[in-house]
């Protein structure tokens, strides 16, 4: 009885163990200006900034 609950509970914990979901910093999928300036080939980041966006 022992040898299985010890099997059991050493189950479980490599079940839950094995979801491993990886975060990211709070504002993923955005990118620094100077970063979207690069990526796009521009000589300036200012309209890639976004208290300098016209509207």
């Not at 490599?14 to 910093?25: D, G, K, L």
């Not at 000589?43 to 976004?50: E, R, Y």
């Amino acid at each position: 009885m022992k040898t299985r609950f010890l099997v059991f509970a050493i189950s479980i914990m490599m079940i839950t163990s094995s979801c491993y979901t990886t975060r990211t910093a709070g504002n993923s999928g955005k990118v620094p200006p100077g970063q979207a300036k690069k990526k796009a080939g521009t000589k300036s980041a200012k309209p890639f900034a976004p208290g300098q966006r016209k509207k």
